[in-house]
């Protein structure tokens, strides 16, 4: 049976507004210590554009009685997780250690993607009295000289964001290393992945750098753009709370914010709950508002998460999963790491690895 593209946005549509989003993020501070090249927030090269163009988003701290205050709602919302601080370091929050606490004692589950630069002994043992549930290191090389070509060049950043990983997946918080591949690490995916293989990190993913810019209604990345389905957008529904308190309901929003701000601030987060803001972004995409459709026509964000064929394959100590660009390492459990590389791969197909973890044999 045929059906019209017309029909598939429709059902798209309807499905896309009753999905209910379990991880929110928080954007509590939008400073960060470090300037990644690549980075359009605060990479050198974009000599801080995004935040001229998005004054309301400039450097700074969230007041912390705000950020709790964003925290009830989001316990009214009904949502677990809490991501903390995209587009900044969570770790220079002067109050990073208060909100997370608070966040833990309102029952919720609390993330953060660090730089890893503050994450020492002493502040993992914190992160481990507060139950932090998950880390996400960011690491696009394991060697000093690359390292602080893409992120750091100072020596104490490299040797404390490389062995944060480590230290914080011993701790028994789950941890998670992503890598992101540009120019001057090509080819070092393999070392990361080397690197980390006889730690407890659970999980490395590796993808490639995207570009951003301001000027345009789009944003560049380099891959093809494929045909564009209205309502079946993976990337909708990544809910974040900007440091300004408008909510936005995905990342395409938030990093062209100056061409959808003017709309969005009608319903903000300020005056409103979690719920009526997502309703009212749900509106707009669902009536195929003409600033939305400007955004979302032009932005190959929407093909990141759509069109995936997915390979399975063991590399070593890994179960890898390729997705297009992307790829994620998952660690083989040290109980199966001696089974024949064939028959790892049908357990994992047939589900069978999950299975043994749920029953704990694993
Ligand atoms: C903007 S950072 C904020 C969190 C933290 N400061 C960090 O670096 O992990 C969030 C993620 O975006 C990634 N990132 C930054 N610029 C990127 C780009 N141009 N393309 C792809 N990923 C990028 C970083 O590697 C990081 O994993
Ligand atoms: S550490 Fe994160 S937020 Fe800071 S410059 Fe690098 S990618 Fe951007
Ligand atoms: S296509 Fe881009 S702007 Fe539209 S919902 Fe997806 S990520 Fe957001």
């Known amino acids: 049976m045929f059906i019209s593209k017309e029909l598939v946005e429709k059902i798209a549509s309807c499905l896309l507004c009753n999905a209910k989003p379990k991880t929110i993020y928080l954007q509590v501070t939008t400073k960060c210590n470090y300037v990644c090249p690549m980075c359009p927030f605060h990479g050198e090269g974009y000599e801080g554009k995004y935040f001229k163009d998005n004054p ?33 370091e969570f770790f220079v929050y002067p109050y990073w250690e208060e909100i997370s606490r608070y966040i833990k004692s309102k029952g919720l589950k609390i993330s953060a993607t660090t730089n890893g630069s503050f994450l020492t002994k002493e502040v993992i043992a914190k992160l481990k009295d507060i139950r932090f549930d998950e880390l996400i290191f960011s690491i696009d090389s394991v060697k000093q000289e690359t390292y602080a070509k893409v992120r750091s060049p100072k020596e104490k950043d490299y040797q404390t964001a490389i062995n944060a990983p480590i230290l914080a997946a011993e701790s028994g918080i789950y941890t998670h290393v992503h890598f992101v591949q540009q120019q001057p690490n090509i080819g070092e995916k393999e070392e990361v992945l080397k690197f980390y293989e006889n730690s407890n990190v659970k999980f490395i993913s590796c993808g490639i750098e995207l570009h951003t810019s301001c000027d345009k209604e789009m944003t560049i990345l380099p891959i093809n753009r494929q045909q564009y389905i209205h309502g079946l957008c993976g990337a909708y529904n990544n809910i974040v709370i900007l440091i300004d308190g408008n909510l936005v309901t995905c990342c395409g929003f938030a990093n062209r914010y100056k061409y959808i701000k003017h709309k969005l601030g009608v319903c903000s987060l300020k005056e409103h709950s ?21 955004l979302c026509c032009n932005c190959d964000l929407y093909q990141m998460t759509f069109k995936r064929q997915k390979e399975m394959s063991i ?5 890898a999963i390729n997705e297009q660009e992307f790829k994620q390492y998952f660690k083989v459990p ?4 001696s089974t024949p590389n064939h028959i790892l791969l049908w357990l994992y197909q047939n589900n069978l690895v999950t299975k043994m973890k749920q029953d704990g044999i694993l």
């Open 56 to 88: 309301s988003l400039k450097p700074q701290n969230m007041p912390l009685e705000e950020a709790k205050g964003y925290v009830d709602k989001i316990v009214d919302y009904g949502a677990n997780m809490v991501a903390m601080s995209p587009s900044g």
């Open 274 to 294: 979690i719920e009526e803001v997502i309703s009212y972004q749900h509106s707009l995409m669902v009536n195929k508002d003409e600033d939305v459709m400007k």
């Open 315 to 319: 590399e070593g100590k890994y179960l």
């Open 334 to 337: 040290k109980d199966l790491q």
